[in-house]
């Protein structure tokens, strides 16, 4: 018999030679297989998440008294599949507090808790929600959310860190965008395109901040190395995929995409939109304030670098030692007479004269170029070739931009819809929520996701239609209790099916939030630089220059809420940390909730935890007296949003004829019913 070595094509007096000739072969064979031809295309395009959003009729439900509207019909159609059913009502402190969480990131006073439980009104949820959505702090909650999407941080990482100045602008961009209600279509092409739409206006040019809060790596003696650069255009490319595509594009950078029909040539057709941006700082001042500020620079700035030189030429030639003190003297009074800063946007400015030609990078090697590409959105996700457009276009982020936002794109506001209700019910329709594609999960209501995405648009991409919409559904409303004596938690053990609420642990921030709250110390000011509180000593002398850490000097500032905290890439404040905040170096789609002895440990002995427990015992004292029973009612309210149960009672009674005040509130902090949304 012959073997496949014995045919003449494939005889070769060197054993290695024909090993590669096999590879050879074999990768032609495959990049066959992977050519994107349109019939293939087509076929690709019949998955799910390629299919463009359609509503479809409301199933047909056994129960029609349960549901609230459509969204109620869509779960309990899938309840009833599985002969499952849905919980009994929330009880209404636990709906409030949920509803508060939910919306504001912050708990219910005890006067909000009574109003809303004593409210007879059939509408009173209604206009509690109502209420809540119009709080300027659902801008701060809510913005948190999309902050985590696009890896906001306010340095570069790596080594150097380096200050983004003026980034906290972008911060205070997304909180009014949120509490404006602003259609998402027009907030996404802000963030994309900002400075090719409006070049001379401030908000545009912070919304066009997204493209650079990816982490950079700068090296101490070229800036702009063409590796760099590649890294750059790399990190900007993977966020749009991420953020409004719930791509994993970044996949398909060194080769054609395994699970997904995304090719190379998709990727870096993608990142063509890209080739002009480049980075770009302005200053927030008029034209005679900001030619004032450079001729003061320049003039102190020229005097400083002589005397440098002159230091440097004494240091070289081993010059008299005292002569170099009065040098240096000399410069640092010349450096103090240096005028601030200007107030600076965090931005991108397009330059067309050093663009960078984007080609098909050979295993994503820089210097490995293959084809010159032009700017296309994937082909799976478009038939339309006529959007392929040349280099010369003069807006090519806004066409990009034009192309996400356009109600046939199938993934843009299912992507977007998804991300709230995984934030509302604890579990995204799709719980991967920054990957639609084939290696993602698939959506466990795929007909819901898709009325959503088309309600989305249809009510011209706002989004507080939609929170109304699924806070007024009896799914969200239902208690989170499980149900020990039915089949439930046998057939959905992770209640993907919805047959109970959710409970989650509270997040980082609105743990620290909360504890304020409690405490009566939370200073609700909104926007404005962020805030750099204080953390242990060898944590600073980690940095590269410990000046990267200079704490607010106005202490009650260190109060303000948590999302207006400084957020650093090489310093994370610990108390946020313990309790899973995200990283900053990528995209957190879904704050992890993790559950580990730390955590206990920086609520007992943490000091923050501490100084607040004291506070909050003295303002026990202060509003209640010196009536144990009537403390320990209190701080339950405060603490958990309800009164204690009778055990409760009992014990906390049993524990203050031993303990502290003080020790008591301290103990609070550590509850369950503190820690946790119901």
């Known amino acids: 018999m012959k073997t496949q070595t014995d045919c003449p094509k494939f005889r070769s007096t060197n054993p290695a030679r024909r090993g590669e000739i096999l590879w050879i072969l074999l990768g032609l064979f495959l990049g066959f297989l992977s050519t994107g031809t349109a019939d293939e295309y087509e ?68 006067d909000e808790v009574d109003a809303f439980v004593n409210d007879d009104a059939p509408d009173a949820y209604e206009r509690l929600v109502e209420r809540l959505l119009e709080s300027p702090h659902y801008g701060e909650k809510w913005g948190q959310m999309w902050l985590d999407v696009v890896r906001y941080a306010e340095s570069e ?91 994993t594009m970044g996949c398909a950078r060194c080769h054609d995409h395994k699970f997904d029909p995304i090719t190379q040539e998709d990727y870096y057709s993608l990142q063509a939109y890209l080739g002009a941006s480049r980075e770009h700082n302005e200053a927030i001042a008029p034209q005679d304030k900001r030619d004032q500020w450079h001729k003061a620079t320049e003039a102190l700035s020229g005097q400083i670098a002589a005397l440098r030189r002159q230091l440097e030429q004494l240091k070289e030639s081993d010059g008299d030692k005292a002569a170099q003190g009065p040098l240096r003297d000399k410069i640092g009074a010349l450096q103090r007479l240096l005028p601030p800063p200007l107030p600076t946007v965090t931005t991108i400015e397009n330059n067309f004269g050093t663009r960078t030609d984007i080609h098909v990078l050979e295993r994503g090697v820089w210097e490995r170029k293959g084809n010159r590409v032009q700017m296309r959105p994937p082909r799976v996700l478009t038939a339309d070739e006529r959007l392929v457009r ?46 639609f594609g084939k290696n993602g999960e698939l959506p466990t209501h795929p007909q819901l996701l898709d009325h959503l995405a088309v309600r989305l648009v249809e009510s011209g991409w706002r989004l507080k239609p939609l929170h109304r919409l699924m806070m007024l559904s009896k799914t969200y409303r239902q208690s989170s209790q499980t149900r020990l004596s039915d089949l439930a938690r046998e057939i959905d053990p992770m209640n993907r099916l919805l047959w109970r609420f959710n409970r989650r642990r509270l997040r980082a921030e609105e743990i620290r939030d909360a504890l304020l709250v409690a405490a009566g110390r939370l200073n609700r000011q909104m926007y404005g630089k962020s805030v750099t509180v204080p953390v242990e000593a060898e944590m600073v002398k980690l940095l590269y220059k410990p000046s990267q850490w200079t704490v607010t000097e106005d202490i009650r500032q260190h109060d303000r809420r948590s999302v207006y905290l400084i957020a650093k890439r090489n310093l994370r404040i610990p108390f946020l940390e313990v309790f899973d905040q995200p990283t900053l170096q990528n995209s957190c789609p879904k704050r992890e909730s993790s559950t580990h002895a730390p955590q206990a440990l920086e609520l007992l002995n943490g000091r923050m935890s501490n100084e607040l427990a004291e506070v909050l015992a003295d303002r026990l004292r202060e509003e209640v007296g010196d009536d144990s029973q009537q403390q320990i009612e209190r701080a339950w309210r405060l603490i958990a949003g309800r009164k204690p149960s009778g055990q409760e009672s009992e014990l906390a009674l049993e524990f ?8 008591f509130t301290l103990a609070l902090f550590n509850l369950n019913a503190f820690l946790y949304v119901l």
Do not use: C, M
Request: no cysteine; net charge neutral; glycine share 6%.
């Open 656 to 663: 203050l004829r031993e303990q502290s005040l003080r020790e």
């Open 43 to 110: 076929e690709a395009r019949r998955y799910w998440a390629f299919q463009p959003p359609r509503k479809a009729q409301p199933p047909a439900v056994k129960d029609s008294d349960w549901p609230a509207n459509w969204i109620d019909v869509f779960v309990l159609a899938k309840l009833e599949e599985r002969g499952l059913s849905p919980s009994a009502a929330a009880s209404r402190e636990d709906l409030v507090r949920r509803a508060t969480f939910d919306l504001l990131g912050l708990p219910p006073t005890p």
């Open 157 to 247: 990482g790596f080594e150097y860190d380096r200050e983004l100045p003026g980034a906290w602008r972008f911060r205070d961009y997304v909180i009014r965008s949120f509490n404006e209600d602003k259609p998402f279509d027009l907030f996404i092409r802000e963030q994309l395109a900002g400075d090719e739409i409006q070049p001379v206006e401030y908000e545009q040019l912070i919304a066009a901040g997204f493209h650079r809060f990816g982490p950079v790596r700068r090296n101490a003696g070229n800036q702009a190395v063409a590796v760099s650069r590649n890294e750059v255009l790399i990190e900007r490319t993977d966020i749009i995929g991420s953020a409004f595509l719930g791509l």
């Open 390 to 435: 040349t280099q010369d276009h003069p807006a090519p982020r806004t066409a990009l931009a034009k192309w996400i936002t356009y109600s046939g794109n199938p993934l843009t506001a299912r992507v977007l819809v998804n991300r709230l209700w995984l934030k509302h019910f604890g579990n995204g329709i799709v719980n991967t929520p920054n990957d």
